[in-house]
């Protein structure tokens, strides 16, 4: 049997594979890409899985009756199989009388998702630009990553860079960092993916070298999972969602002690006296000292004290994952970190000041030249759009208004949803209550490679490609590395690329022009790199044309010349490089979020409760921490692993009071809904928070409602993290537990 190795790429990195008889037989990371073999190792599992949609499919009742079936049956009826003709007769004429009786707004098509590497055949790309193309249709804004850092970043410092793609380099911390303070930790997990796939997973060496060099690393999380293993640090475990306490106290530690720098707050920044108020207690009466700051996040006083020393002896880089803002009020700790260092003076120094995310994705703190990976470019849509996280809420609640970020959004009559490249029976908030959202529209479309609980949900269902049944190009900011991705395996069944299906509804629907300029595939990839081509001739860096990097398999970009250092400019020369803020400085009060008049998100960084956390709960309840995957990418992967429920992660003394043994069955539950898990204990986990990853595939059982593979979301709530954000905040939820029998886990 003759078998081929290719190299390609997916979010979860490089990789070679073999292929033998059109079929992927074993794939293994890149030689030096220090991609996980586990995951990497997985990719023929994934790939040919039994759970691969065939053909397309229509759910019974809705091929019986169309649009009239209602959508109680979704997830309920038998799903008919059917050839591709008759699936895309039905749904190009779906989108006509949809677009015609209820115009754009009424079809859903934001797609929220992660699709896969590759970014000619990325779904959520493609749907929307043919959506667009169609008509337009209703979009989500933002996204679940980081939502509410995006609202509040361009307040303050004039962009969200500093969340999407700016972040002093690791090199900076390695070679002039003293002290390294990580809210949300680093947890190792994270940085085995990145959005589109790196060729090279750093970070882990990064922070070794940085270590070496004696920098010392603060790690504030309710779990010691989010050390890296090997590193010296010192954990301080505060209640989730108790961050902000803490960044304030160290704030006004700084004010109390003589050690803010004035110099810095006065040149750099505008409306820090009120904040400074704020801080002393002449707003409420509350100076937010080291004890208060202590009380607040249940952490002996001594701890804080301890940091504070730290961070006032030298060059400190402050950090926080993204999950801390994916939480009741999530924009004040991004807004506070922002703050303290201000009172730091650090701000664009080598080493020091503030960046986000070092904690959440491979990448962050990585060097390359930016603009080097192509992008599909998107159409103008006619439509609207409306907070990612608010969807469901939208579907039940058509013609409601919310307050977003200083405007209005109308939530449109959504009639028909159409989503390719993402799973909301997975990334949702309170499923249970997608669910009933999930039965409003007329119509549900699914596109997706496999059957996941979204497309189980659906009225029809078009099974697509993977990335490695198609020719694409590929890679992640942040990273040097520019991969072609070769077609490794003709599709799988009777699947069809993402934009093969939009073409041929395209054609039905008379806009294939606008949707694809009558390019092929190979046309649109020529164009892409073009534009990579145009950059690297301005820069003065030798690119191979596209033969060339098919050929090749993979180009390195030079890096930057110099470390990437956030706001150096701006420190350097604040008037030339003002920051496009209404100061055009940082601002640590901001007048246009004063104004919008929001209890929930006032004009500076401000300590408000979670409406969820331990500090509100009763007797036996927990803090459900609800992180990332270990070794999958949300959703993905999966359908590759032992089905037992996914783990939950518990305090010694919590599984004694239970008695869950390790690896035992147990129960979250609260009023949303109710989750299996197995128990793992948890040494040195702070007590009275569950760790609990995303991840499992949604599937409550039928007689009890208990969500059987684990999936938390059952159990999180969903609201917005404030009227400015408008974002996910998972991160808030109280639940209780127990362990359950063998009776009863069924
Ligand atoms: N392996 C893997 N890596 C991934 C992903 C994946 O699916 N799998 N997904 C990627 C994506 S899309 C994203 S957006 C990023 C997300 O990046 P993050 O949101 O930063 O990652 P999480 O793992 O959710 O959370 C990081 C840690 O924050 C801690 N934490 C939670 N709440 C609090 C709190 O209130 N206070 C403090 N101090 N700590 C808290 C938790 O212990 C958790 O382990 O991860 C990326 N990385
Ligand atoms: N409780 C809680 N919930 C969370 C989070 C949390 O921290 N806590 N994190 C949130 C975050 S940050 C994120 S990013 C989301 C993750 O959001 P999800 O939407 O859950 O992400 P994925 O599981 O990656 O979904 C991608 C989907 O695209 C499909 N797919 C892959 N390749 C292709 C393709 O080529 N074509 C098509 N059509 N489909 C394809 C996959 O099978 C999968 O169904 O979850 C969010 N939800
Ligand atoms: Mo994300």
Redesign the pocket.
Known sequence: MTVTTGISLC?WGAFEADVSNGRLVAARPLPGSGADPDMIGALPDWVHSPLRIDRPHVRRGWLAQGPEAGGAGRGREEMVPVDWPTALDLVAAELSRVHAMHGPTAIFGGS?????A?RL????S??RRFLAAAGGFTDQIS????GAAHAILPHVLGTADAVSGAATCWRSIAEDGDVVVAFGGLNPKNWRVSSGGAGEFHIPKAVARAQARGVKFFILSPQPEDVPPGLDAVLIRPRPGSDTAIMLALAQEALATGRADMEFLERYTTGAAPFIDYLRGAIDGQPKTLDWAAALADVPVAELRNLWEAIASGRVMLTAA??LQ?ADHGEQPFWALIALAAMLGQIGLPGGGFSFGYGSMNAVGGEARKGFVPSLPGLPNKGIAIPVARFADAFLNPGETIAFNGRQVTYPDVRLVYW?????F????DLGRLERAWARPETVI?????W?A??RRADIV?P????LERDDIGGTSRDPHVFFMPRLIPPVHHSR??IDIFRALADRLGCRESYDEGLDDDGWLERMWAGSLAKAAKEGVDLPDLAGLRDRGCVRIPLPERPEVLLEDFRADPEVHALPTPSGRIELTSATVAGFGYDDCPGHPSWLPPHEWLGAAEAGQFHLV???PPK?????L?QVKEQKPATCRIAPEDAARLGVADGAPMELFNARGRCRATARIAPGQRPGVLVM???AWYAPDAETGREHNGN??VL?GDRGTSRLGQA?A??S?LVEARALTEDEDT
């Open positions: 979010h929220y998702g992660w699709s896969s590759g055949h990325h779904a959520r493609q749907v996204n679940y990553s980081w993204w999950a994916r390719a490249g993402g799973n909301p997975h990334h949702a908030q699914v596109q997706d490679p496999w996941t979204t497309a078009l697509a490609t993977t990335t690329n993402d609800t992180n990332q999958q990418l949300h959703s993905q999966w990853p995303t991840g938390p979301n999180t996910c998972a991160l939820a």
